[in-house]
């Protein structure tokens, strides 16, 4: 059993923690007590950060639903799959039927991108951020 210090992955405050690793499986988190953001707290979701690490629900690979039930598939289907969607959305009712959430488990960038792609792409100001949620 060791413990590994890390960043906890939920929100944009960046609380320091460790995360407790047995037989090579992560099992707990804890505050990191020196840290310069955190000194020793972490709120309900970082004590649980790393319960979707090995969870049985957890998404490890690209689905599309065919037919009423999901299907895993490769990158490249996915991601058509998912513009196809978009622009049959974007055509039959127009840019402000679809909406964006960004993800605080993404960099600064990253977010700064996805917004691009909302506002200059798909054409919606319909943006917001798991963080506000
Ligand atoms: S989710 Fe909680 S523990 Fe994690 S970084 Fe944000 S405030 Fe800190």
């Given amino acids: 059993m060791h413990d590994v210090l890390t960043v906890c992955c939920y929100c944009g405050c960046g609380c320091g923690l460790y995360l407790r690793v047995e037989g090579g499986r992560v099992v707990g988190a804890m505050p990191s007590r020196s840290h310069p953001v955190s000194r020793n707290n972490l709120c ?5 950060s790393f319960a979707f690490i090995h969870h049985p629900d957890r998404l490890t690979r690209p689905l599309v639903r065919k037919k009423g039930r999901l299907h895993p598939v ?5 991601l058509d ?26 960099t600064n960038e990253e ?18 951020h798991c963080a506000r949620l």
Avoid: M
């Fill in 44 to 48: 309900a979701k970082g004590w649980q």
């Fill in 111 to 128: 977010n700064y991108l996805l917004q691009k792609f909302a506002r200059a792409a798909l054409g919606t100001n319909n943006i917001d």
């Fill in 81 to 106: 799959a998912a513009a196809q969607g978009l622009r049959r959305v974007r055509e039959a009712h127009g840019p402000d039927r679809i909406g964006v959430l960004a993800s605080a488990k993404c």
């Fill in 74 to 78: 490769g990158w490249d289907e996915a």
